[in-house]
Each structure stands twice: as structure tokens, then as C-alpha cells.
């Protein structure tokens, strides 16, 4: 693990670059206001911890009142657990015994859930869940459009059900139903349309159960682009929404139901870079490229200079286009850049800076940085 | 820093997923191939540990003739010395007092080299320098055609060869010449014509040095797609060469002067991934997404299936695309894949797991992971 790039008390400007940095109350009103939404909406969060991999934050959303977190990985299940979260749902499918054996281990100290989308992964889960003397949660994951994992919605699940329900040493917790790919739909009624696709086949789903009279507890999923949709249709009882704490140059760009951009959060994750040359009229290179931002759904945003763009990252470094920038760069200068992409982005990190008022306040370590096992 | 995925006499198939494997024949046989070939040339290698991050790589770099390694960052510099190596180059420019009074203190225990394009960062040097009671090998860096750092070649650049060598504390060592996108041209005719503009300009560089009486020892650059270009010039010295260890799929696509693919060097470098979901015909999903595997520079290939291909990256998933393939996928299987683009993948994981036979032989710790500053 490296080293934190700051001490407490430091300056913006004293950072060493590239640094992961929290505008800590942008962040703060985030938490504050999906908060308030969905206990105005009366649904639960269960807040997606693989954006931020870090317990400190997790433990935030939670006195805030999110019930727990999900995770992707058993890995970062463990990293929570180990930072005092008891209420954790990995949220896709986990095979080989090692992974399981170490799921099954977590749910001695906390509540464990599990998603499964398939006969077999369930029963080496009880099996698993038998051996190690636990009980596991778990939520027939079916596909409502994103075309990955899950099980097909309606009579298939149905039965897979069935066998989840029948498994001693699993309990039956629900479904999740996840749209990943709406989440980025730009305009507000698309979006409103996909997750309306994905509600009738969670219906479907819940018709086909209870024709077998097992009790459905929760149906779960939805995330910081959709959440208004599926919080408001009558069907699920949990959001799984990640990237609210932190917003990023792609989430910026969705729409609202007027058209105007997508303000329910504010931004509150920079990457601080240093102007490291600039031999070019028009142009500046920084120290940060694909080490340093996830890239892979754009280019990142700089907050720092209205009309500069960042383009072209190689490995470590970037190029700053300044024909449109409101100013030049000085040569040496510390900026802070909006990442395209916050969840890969923090996977590059093993601090956090968290600054209030232009001075380092918190490092909160990220403790699942790299947890991808 | 997470823990190894495996243990040493593992077979494949027990490694945990995702995890990054070393083929260890063909990583011997890459080390071996380009220390003949840079030694028919009557070159030297200066191996680019941007790519592997790991001293024990490097110090089997410089134990079959390398003569050091490059770095991109301090923290990999830092990274390197710790593990022993005593040679190390910077190959870009570093700004703020902290991170060059960090290069300073390296210069006590090694050959420590940095690059600048600009005079008031070579008076900030040789004040570090001469603070710490060090000297540190300088190279001005010119810009060869890449359109990123460096100053211009021709008499902006001799000018500043001229302040670098009055500077006290510095030692003017020659010259960095590093045309990074004429790697990735894939026919070696149109690479060979970059690089032959590379070589003008280095060449008029030289005129004007020549000028003022100022000794050039070193004219350093070139990688993995181009070094065959630099090393027959005749005014380069040193090569940069890093992927050449691993290969990357990137790199598979360049073509030599007959049109055929680029086999100098062997795929080495894997991820092992897990099928962990396949509910659709034609289709699976694997445990590695952009947290896993560098995709900037173009999607991985499927080594253990024929025809099949590997899609659409989230976070934490991908998805194979099986229409073609030479056979159906194996829920909970273990496949290889070879990674789009090696450097950013590397950056990802804290272990190379080292195989040899198809059995774990070495675990190697990726002590440079994360050290982006």
C-alpha cells in the first residue's frame, strides 16, 4: 500500500499528485439527500459499496440509514466486515469453493447475502452454508434487460426459487433485479421506459412465485440513475445506489424529466494533477492518465479551468486542450480534474483526501482497493 | 495490499480469480531475446519497469544485461531502489519541491536520471540537488514527434543541453528521444518512417549541442514496436523497451516488414478469469471487468477458447461472446485471457502468480502497484 499523499491540516495545493480528493460537504449533502429521498419515497438503501471500497464511508451511509451495502466481490465483502459493516449483499454470482468458503465464514460475523442464477451454484451454496455451520441469504438474481448475469424473469426463476427455498442453511431473501446499462440513458423518460420494461418482468416473476406460495420479502436493485423509477413503482423495497456520494463527468450528463442536467447530487470526487509540461501553445500535459482516472466511460472533466478539456490519457500522463480555456496553465500548478468514471477511478487509490474549507481534514483509506477476488 | 491468490504448488485451476499469471518459460525466453538482440545491435537496454512495476522482474532484466530501468514516477523509482535496483531513470519530467527532494534522496543509494524540458525545472533540480548533497544525471528531453513533453528539437533544445550542463549538482547525460504512438503503428514500413523523422530531428539536436562544445553520451528512447528502428540509426544508445516482457494484445497487432504478425516476443502475461454466469445461449459472463484488465488501448482475447471473444466490460464483469467458439463454456471454469494493453492491467493487481508447467512456481509482489506519484 502506498503511502497517504497529505497530512491533516494541510493546504490543497500542499496534496502530492495525483491525489483521490472528497469535497467532504458535497459529499456530506449527497448522503444527506438520497437519504432523505428514499425515506420520502418509503424504500430502503442499501448503498453500493464498489464505488468507494472503503468501510469509513460505508459506516457514513449507514448512520445516515442505509440499511447495509452491497458488494461485488467477496473480497470486498470481507474488507467491509473487517471495517465493522454487519449487513453486506454480494450482488452477482460467486463460484469455486474457495470464494464461497470465505463468503460463508463472513456470515458468522455479519449478515451475508448472495445473488444465484443457477440450480447448482445454489446447492454448492448450501452446501457450503451446511459445512461452515451459517446461514446465507439469497436472491434468485434475474436478467430485466441488461442482458448479463440472471436467470430468465418469470416461470424459470420461479423454480430456481423453488430450489433456493428448499436448500437448508439458504434463506430465500427475494430478487434482485438490476438494470445496469439504464442507468446511463441520458434522457429522463428512457429511462423511465427501460425500468418500466424491468418492472413487468419483476411482476411477472412475482406472479409465477407466488403460483408456488413462497413469500417474496424483498425485491432489490436500482442504482443512482434510475433509482426515482423503481422507488416509486409499487415493487421493490431496496436501492442499491452507488455513485450518488460522488458523481462523475458521465453521470452529469443524464437529464432530468425537464430536460435540464441530472443536480440531485453535486460533485465531491476530484483527482488533484500536476501540470508537469507545457512546450506547446494551447496545450499542457498532466501527471495522470489511465493509472490514475477511469477512462473507459470518457474522458474526465477539468473543474479547475472553465473551457480546458482533457484529452488523449496515456498511461500516466494527459493532455490538457486549452484553445477555449478561460486561462493558460503555470507550469508546476496543482488542478483538480472531475474522473469520467468514479468506480475504477478509486480502484487506482489507496487513500482518500478529504478536504473542507481548502484544507485536508480526513485520509480514509480504501481499504477494498484492488479487492476484485 | 490484497493476498496472493494462490500458494506455490498450486495447480492453475486452484488460483483464485482474477488473478495475473506469468507464463515463465515465455518470459525467459522475451527477457533472453531482447538481450541478444540489443547486444547484435551494440546497444544497451534500459528496461521500462512502467510496464511490470516489480523489482525482481527488473533485477532479471539487469542480470541478462540491462544496465538499469526506466520509471515514469518517483514512487516507482522509490520502488525500484527498495527492491535494488541501482540505476533508474525518470523518463518524464517531475515538478513540486516534495516529489524532487524525494528524487534527491534516492541519488544517495543509486544512479538516479530525470528528464526536463524547461529551464526554471533544471534550476529547481540542481537547488534540490545541491541541497541534498547529491548529483542526479539529467536529459533533456525533446519532442520527437509525439506531440506530448519535451521541448523542441533544434536550438530551443541546445539551449537548454547549455543551462542543464552550467547547473551545479547536475550532470547533463544526453539526450531523451521517445516517440511513445509510433509503438502502435502497425506496419513497420510507416514505423519505420516515424521513426526515421525521429532520428532527423535528434540528428539536428546534435548539430546545435555540437555548437556550443557540449558532450552528448547518451541518445536514449525507443520500445517495444519501434527499438529495431533506434538501434540500427546509429545515434541511439539505449533502449526503452518495456512490454517486450509480456506481450499484450495490443502489440500482437503490429505487423514486421513482411506483413507478418510481430513474434519477436511471447504472449507471457494472463488473467485468469472464472465463468461465472451463462444463462444465455451464446453468451457467459466472466469475473473480471475494467478493475481487472487495461481495455484502453482495445478489448483482451480469449486464449483457452478459440473464436471466442471477449465484451462488453463493466466494472467488475465481462461478457464472452461464444457464437464463434470453438466450444460452450463450463459454468465455474477457470480461462486465460490476454490482456489488451499491459501496463494498465499490471496496475491492478498487487501479485504475479508464476507459472511454469501449469504448476505455481513463484509468487511475485508488484511492489510499485498504486505508486502513481
Same mark, same amino acid.
Given at each position: 500500500?502506498?503511502?497517504?499523499?497529505?497530512?491533516?491540516?494541510?493546504?490543497?495545493?500542499?496534496?502530492?499528485?495525483?491525489?483521490?480528493?472528497?469535497?467532504?460537504?458535497?459529499?456530506?449533502?449527497?448522503?444527506?439527500?438520497?437519504?432523505?429521498?428514499?425515506?420520502?419515497?418509503?424504500?430502503?438503501?442499501?448503498?453500493?459499496?464498489?464505488?468507494?471500497?472503503?468501510?469509513?464511508?460505508?459506516?457514513?451511509?449507514?448512520?445516515?440509514?442505509?440499511?447495509?451495502?452491497?458488494?461485488?466481490?467477496?473480497?470486498?465483502?470481507?474488507?467491509?466486515?473487517?471495517?465493522?459493516?454487519?449487513?453486506?449483499?454480494v450482488?452477482n454470482?460467486? +463460484?469455486?469453493?474457495?470464494?464461497?468458503?470465505?463468503?460463508?465464514a463472513?456470515?458468522?460475523?455479519?449478515?451475508?447475502?448472495?445473488?444465484?442464477?443457477?440450480?447448482?451454484?445454489?446447492?454448492?451454496?448450501?452446501?457450503?452454508? /451446511?459445512?461452515?455451520?451459517?446461514?446465507?441469504?439469497?436472491?434468485?438474481?434475474?436478467?430485466?434487460?441488461?442482458?448479463?448475469?440472471?436467470?430468465?424473469?418469470?416461470?424459470?426463476a420461479?423454480?430456481?426459487?423453488?430450489?433456493?427455498?428448499?436448500?437448508?442453511?439458504?434463506?430465500?431473501?427475494?430478487?434482485?433485479?438490476?438494470?445496469?446499462?439504464?442507468?446511463?440513458?441520458?434522457?429522463?423518460?428512457?429511462?423511465?421506459?427501460?425500468?418500466?420494461?424491468?418492472?413487468?418482468?419483476?411482476?411477472?416473476t412475482?406472479?409465477?412465485?407466488?403460483?408456488?406460495?413462497?413469500?417474496?420479502?424483498?425485491?432489490?436493485?436500482?442504482?443512482?440513475?434510475?433509482? /426515482?423509477?423503481?422507488?416509486?413503482?409499487?415493487?421493490?423495497?431496496?436501492?442499491?445506489?452507488?455513485?450518488?456520494?460522488?458523481?462523475?463527468?458521465?453521470?452529469?450528463?443524464?437529464?432530468?424529466?425537464?430536460?435540464?442536467?441530472?443536480?440531485?447530487? /453535486?460533485?465531491?470526487?476530484?483527482?488533484?494533477?500536476?501540470?508537469m509540461?507545457?512546450?506547446?501553445?494551447?496545450?499542457?500535459?498532466?501527471?495522470?492518465?489511465?493509472?490514475?482516472?477511469?477512462?473507459?466511460?470518457?474522458?474526465? +472533466?477539468?473543474?479547475?479551468?472553465?473551457?480546458?478539456?482533457?484529452?488523449?490519457?496515456?498511461?500516466?500522463?494527459?493532455?490538457?486542450i486549452?484553445?477555449?480555456?478561460?486561462?493558460?496553465?503555470?507550469?508546476?500548478?496543482?488542478?483538480?480534474?472531475?474522473?469520467?468514471?468514479?468506480?475504477?477511478?478509486?480502484?487506482?487509490?489507496? +487513500?482518500?483526501?478529504?478536504?473542507?474549507?481548502?484544507?485536508?481534514?480526513?485520509? +480514509?483509506?480504501?481499504?477494498?482497493?484492488?479487492?476484485?477476488?
Amino acid at each position: 500500500m502506498t503511502l497517504p499523499p497529505a497530512e491533516i491540516g494541510d493546504n490543497l495545493q500542499d496534496i502530492d499528485t495525483p491525489a483521490l480528493i472528497i469535497d467532504l460537504d458535497a459529499f456530506e449533502a449527497n448522503i444527506a439527500k438520497l437519504a432523505q429521498t428514499v425515506s420520502d419515497y418509503g424504500v430502503r438503501l442499501r448503498a453500493h459499496s464498489k464505488t468507494h471500497k472503503c468501510p469509513e464511508i460505508a459506516l457514513r451511509q449507514m448512520a445516515a440509514g442505509a440499511i447495509g451495502v452491497c458488494c461485488q466481490k467477496v473480497g470486498e465483502a470481507e474488507a467491509m466486515v473487517a471495517g465493522g459493516v454487519n449487513n453486506v449483499l454480494v450482488t452477482n454470482e460467486i +463460484w469455486g469453493e474457495k470464494k464461497l468458503k470465505r463468503l460463508a465464514a463472513l456470515a458468522k460475523d455479519a449478515t451475508i447475502g448472495i445473488c444465484v442464477d443457477d440450480a447448482t451454484n445454489a446447492q454448492d451454496l448450501g452446501q457450503v452454508a /451446511r459445512d461452515a455451520g451459517v446461514e446465507l441469504d439469497v436472491y434468485v438474481e434475474i436478467d430485466v434487460g441488461a442482458g448479463r448475469c440472471g436467470i430468465a424473469p418469470g416461470k424459470a426463476a420461479a423454480d430456481l426459487v423453488g430450489i433456493v427455498d428448499a436448500e437448508e442453511g439458504l434463506n430465500f431473501q427475494g430478487l434482485q433485479a438490476y438494470h445496469g446499462s439504464a442507468q446511463h440513458i441520458r434522457t429522463a423518460n428512457e429511462r423511465g421506459a427501460a425500468i418500466g420494461g424491468t418492472c413487468d418482468l419483476v411482476k411477472e416473476t412475482l406472479a409465477e412465485i407466488a403460483k408456488i406460495g413462497i413469500d417474496v420479502p424483498t425485491v432489490t436493485g436500482a442504482g443512482t440513475g434510475s433509482f /426515482r423509477f423503481e422507488a416509486t413503482s409499487g415493487i421493490y423495497q431496496e436501492m442499491q445506489c452507488g455513485s450518488y456520494i460522488f458523481m462523475d463527468a458521465d453521470y452529469a450528463q443524464n437529464k432530468d424529466e425537464q430536460g435540464d442536467p441530472f443536480t440531485d447530487f /453535486r460533485h465531491s470526487l476530484y483527482v488533484l494533477v500536476t501540470v508537469m509540461s507545457a512546450t506547446k501553445p494551447g496545450k499542457a500535459v498532466v501527471d495522470a492518465g489511465h493509472k490514475a482516472l477511469g477512462n473507459d466511460q470518457g474522458m474526465p +472533466w477539468v473543474a479547475d479551468i472553465p473551457g480546458a478539456r482533457y484529452q488523449r490519457p496515456s498511461d500516466d500522463h494527459g493532455t490538457l486542450i486549452l484553445e477555449k480555456a478561460a486561462r493558460d496553465v503555470i507550469l508546476g500548478e496543482k488542478l483538480r480534474i472531475i474522473p469520467g468514471h468514479c468506480d475504477p477511478t478509486v480502484n487506482l487509490y489507496d +487513500w482518500y483526501v478529504v478536504v473542507k474549507g481548502g484544507c485536508v481534514v480526513d485520509l +480514509w483509506e480504501i481499504t477494498a482497493r484492488g479487492a476484485i477476488r
